[in-house]
C-alpha cells in the first residue's frame, strides 16, 4: 500500500502550477503548502489553489513541519541547493529534471539524501507512465530482435526571449538540459533494457550544436552516441526549432514507434505503441492506457516506494540520475558549452550555498610534521583526478567539511591545470591558512636542480600562493649528488616558498645521504617522504621511476628514524574494492602491477577481517596504512563523493601489531 503524502512545492513557475494540479488528481498526495520568493507569488499560488500555507521564502516552506515531501520547480541552477537544504531539513525530495546543473552537483545531491535518509527522484516523469514500462519490456523480451539503432527528438520552438529562462545562460539555459536530458535518459534506459540492465552508460558521445552568439547556449543540437553491445543513437534536441518529438527504434527484426514519448496523453486517455515486424504486412498497434495523469502518476510513484528512498526502474534511480547528469554533461563538453556559473571565478561557495566550515561530526584524526604548525589531516586528498572546476570544488568542499585539510597535487598534473584550480578554489574559499598544500615537482625528465627553482616558481604563480607547506621531488635523479637537490631546496625554504621538503620515489638509501649532508652543513634535511605504500606489494611499478617502501627493511627503517611518508597508491590503485579477482584480467595496469599469489592472500585476509568487523575491505587496507608504527598520511585519489564517505571509516579502525603481521602474510 502506499504511503499518504503531505506535499509543499518550492517554487511558483508553470510547471510548479502543472504538478499541483497533478498532486490534487493522485491517489496518494494531498497539498498543503507553496514557498515563493516572495509573500505576493506564494498568495497568488495559495489561492490559486486553495492553500492555507503560503510561505514567501523557501526556508520558510523547508522548516514547515506539516510538509512531508517537497517538489522543487526553481530554475536549474537552484536546483542542487535547494534538493540539499531539503535534505537537511528532512524533507523527501522530488526534484525537476535535470536534478543540478552538471554531474558534480548531482552526486552532492545524492550524497545529502543518503546522509539525512530521505527519498530523492528526478522528476522525468515519462519515466512513471506504463508506456514507459511497456516500452522497455518490449526492447528486454526482443520484440524487434537485437536492438541496433535509435531515433531519439525532444525539440520545441520556445520563441526568442534572451531574458527568459530557456535562452539564459544564467538560468542554465539551452535545449541540452532542458530537454535535450529526456533524450539522453531514454537511450540510457532502452540501450540497458537491451542488455537486461535499468540502463547502460554510453561508450561514445559525439555532437554538433547551433549556440547563440546573443545568448551563448545551445539553442539546438544533435548527438550521435554508442552504447555497449553496438547500439547507436541518434538524439536531437532544440529550444528553438519545432521538430517531430518522437521516439524510433530498430532491431534485426523491426522496430518500434512511439508517437507521445514524453507527454503520453491525458488521464484515462489510451496512447498507442507501433511495434513493426519484420515481414508483418501492416504494424501491430499496442494499446495503453493510464487511469489518472502524467504528474499523478508520478507523485503516486514517490509515494509507493517512499519506504526505500529511490524509486524502482524504470523509474529514476540515484544511480540512473548521476549517469544521465554524467552524459549531459559530455553532451555539453562535446559543444564546448560551459555555463558563467561554472567558470572557476564564480564557484565563491559550495554547492549548498553556505561558508565553507569543518562540520560537527566529521571523524577524520591529525597528525604533525616538524616544520608545520598546522595538524596535518591523516587522510591526504589528491588533486588529479579533478578536472573540471565543479568536479574539483564539489570533491574538495566535502573532503574540507569532514575535517580534511591536506591536499596533494603537483607541476605536471594536468600540465599545471590542476594546480590553478586547487590556488583558484583555495583563494574562492578563504582557506589558505587553514589548509596543508602539498606540491611536487622536478619529475623525470626534468629532474634537476635547476628545474627545482624553474618548476617551483611556475607552481607557486600557478597557484597564487607565496609558499607551499609541504614540497616533494616528485622523482629522484643518481646523475645528480644529493647535495645539489639539499642546497637548492634550502634556498627556497629559507626565502619562504617552501614550508618543509622531502621526496617522492628517492631510496631510502638516497634520503639517508641528503640527510647526513644537512646536517653535516648546518641545513634542513628530508622531513618526509612519498613513496609507495600499501598492503599489497607492488609488483610491477605503476609508472618508470616509482619506488615502494612497504617492504620489510623500509617499514623498519621508517619505524626507527620516524620519518612521516605520504605513500600514493595506499589502497593498491583499486585492488581492495571488489575489482580485483585472478580470473578478472580486464584492467591491465592492476594486472601487471598488483596481481600476485600473495596478494590474492593478503586480500582474502583483509576480505574475511572485514566481514568478522562489519566494515569494507577498503577500510581494512587503509587502517594497515594508518596503524603502522610510524607517521603515515596517505594520499587518496577518490572520483566520487561515495568514495570519499566509503573510505573514512577507515579512520576508525585499530590494528594491533598482530593485525597488521597477519594481514600481510607474515604470521
Known amino acids: 500500500m502506499s504511503n499518504m503524502v503531505v506535499w509543499g512545492i518550492l517554487g511558483t513557475g508553470s510547471i510548479a502550477r502543472t504538478f499541483a494540479r497533478g498532486v490534487q488528481g493522485s491517489r496518494t498526495g494531498e497539498l498543503a503548502a507553496v514557498g515563493s520568493r516572495t509573500q505576493e507569488s506564494a498568495n497568488a499560488f495559495g489561492e490559486e489553489f486553495g492553500l492555507a500555507r503560503r510561505h514567501g521564502s523557501y526556508e520558510e516552506l523547508l522548516a514547515d513541519e506539516a510538509v512531508q515531501a517537497v517538489y522543487i520547480a526553481t530554475p536549474h541552477p537552484m536546483h542542487a541547493e535547494w534538493a540539499i537544504k531539503a535534505a537537511e531539513a528532512g524533507k523527501h525530495i522530488l526534484c525537476e529534471k535535470p536534478v543540478a546543473l552538471n554531474y558534480p552537483e548531482a552526486m552532492a545531491v545524492v550524497e545529502a539524501a543518503r546522509e539525512h535518509d530521505v527519498f530523492l527522484m528526478e522528476a522525468f516523469m515519462y519515466r512513471c507512465h506504463p508506456q514507459t514500462a511497456k516500452l522497455v519490456e518490449l526492447v528486454r523480451d526482443g520484440a524487434i530482435g537485437e536492438l541496433r539503432t535509435m531515433q531519439i527528438t525532444f525539440s520545441f520552438d520556445s520563441g526568442y526571449n534572451v531574458e527568459g529562462r530557456m535562452l539564459r545562460a544564467e538560468l542554465g539555459g539551452g535545449a541540452i538540459l532542458d530537454v535535450g536530458c529526456y533524450c539522453a535518459s531514454m537511450a540510457r534506459l532502452l540501450a540497458g533494457a537491451a542488455s537486461g540492465k535499468p540502463f547502460v552508460e554510453p561508450e561514445e558521445l559525439r555532437a554538433v550544436a547551433h549556440i547563440g552568439e546573443e545568448t551563448g547556449v545551445d539553442h539546438y543540437s544533435s548527438a550521435v552516441v554508442k552504447f555497449p553491445g553496438g547500439i547507436v543513437a541518434q538524439l536531437s534536441t532544440g529550444a528553438q526549432v519545432n521538430q517531430e518529438s518522437v521516439v524510433r527504434m530498430y532491431g534485426s527484426e523491426g522496430w518500434i514507434h512511439v508517437s507521445s514519448p514524453w507527454i503520453p496523453g491525458k488521464a484515462g486517455e489510451p496512447v498507442s505503441l507501433f511495434l513493426h515486424r519484420k515481414g508483418a504486412a501492416a504494424p501491430e498497434e499496442i494499446v495503453i492506457a493510464a487511469d489518472m495523469g502524467l504528474y499523478a502518476l508520478e507523485a503516486d510513484t514517490v509515494a509507493r516506494h517512499l519506504e526505500n528512498r529511490e524509486a524502482a526502474p524504470p523509474a529514476m534511480t540515484w544511480e540512473d540520475t548521476l549517469g544521465n547528469m554524467q552524459m549531459l554533461d559530455q553532451w555539453r563538453a562535446a559543444i564546448g558549452l560551459v555555463y558563467p556559473m561554472e567558470q572557476p571565478e564564480r564557484q565563491k561557495s559550495p554547492v549548498h550555498g553556505r561558508t565553507l566550515s569543518v562540520r560537527p561530526d566529521y571523524n577524520m584524526k591529525y597528525g604533525q610534521i616538524e616544520g608545520i604548525e598546522k595538524p596535518l589531516s591523516r587522510l591526504v586528498m589528491g588533486v588529479d583526478n579533478q578536472r573540471t ?31 590553478r584550480l586547487l590556488g583558484r578554489w583555495v583563494r574562492n574559499r578563504g582557506i589558505r591558512e587553514q589548509v596543508v598544500i602539498l606540491d611536487k615537482g622536478a619529475h623525470t625528465p626534468y629532474c634537476t636542480p635547476e628545474d627545482v627553482t624553474k618548476q617551483l616558481l611556475e607552481s607557486l604563480d600557478r597557484l597564487q600562493m607565496e609558499y607551499v607547506d609541504i614540497y616533494m621531488l616528485h622523482r629522484d635523479n643518481p646523475e645528480y649528488p644529493v647535495s645539489a637537490f639539499v642546497d637548492v631546496l634550502n634556498e627556497h625554504h629559507q626565502a619562504g616558498r617552501i614550508g618543509v621538503f622531502g621526496g617522492s620515489n628517492w631510496s631510502i638509501q638516497r634520503v ?28 610491477d611499478p605503476v609508472w618508470g621511476g616509482c619506488i615502494s617502501a612497504s617492504d620489510p627493511d623500509s617499514r623498519a627503517w621508517l619505524a626507527q628514524h620516524q620519518m612521516p611518508i605520504m605513500p600514493w597508491s595506499s589502497q593498491a590503485r583499486g585492488f581492495f574494492t571488489g575489482r580485483a579477482h585472478p580470473d578478472d584480467r580486464s584492467d591491465e595496469e592492476l594486472v601487471r602491477c598488483w596481481y600476485s599469489d600473495d596478494n590474492f592472500q593478503r586480500l582474502e585476509r583483509v576480505n574475511q577481517m572485514a566481514a568478522e568487523r562489519g566494515v569494507l575491505p577498503i577500510n581494512i587496507a587503509l587502517a594497515y596504512v594508518l596503524c603502522q608504527p610510524f607517521p603515515t598520511f596517505p594520499l587518496i585519489g577518490p572520483r566520487a563523493l561515495a568514495e570519499t564517505r566509503t573510505s573514512l571509516p577507515g579512520l576508525d579502525i585499530e590494528l594491533l601489531t598482530e593485525n597488521l603481521r597477519w594481514l600481510n602474510l607474515e604470521q
Open 389 to 419: 572546476m565543479p568536479m574539483l570544488a564539489v570533491m574538495l568542499d566535502d573532503f574540507f567539511e569532514r575535517g580534511g585539510n591536506t591536499f596533494d597535487t603537483a607541476y605536471i598534473y594536468g600540465g599545471g591545470a590542476l594546480e
Open 512 to 539: 639517508e645521504e641528503a640527510n647526513y649532508y644537512a646536517a653535516q652543513n648546518g641545513l634542513k634535511g628530508f622531513s618526509a617522504m612519498s613513496n609507495n605504500f600499501s598492503l599489497a606489494r607492488m609488483v
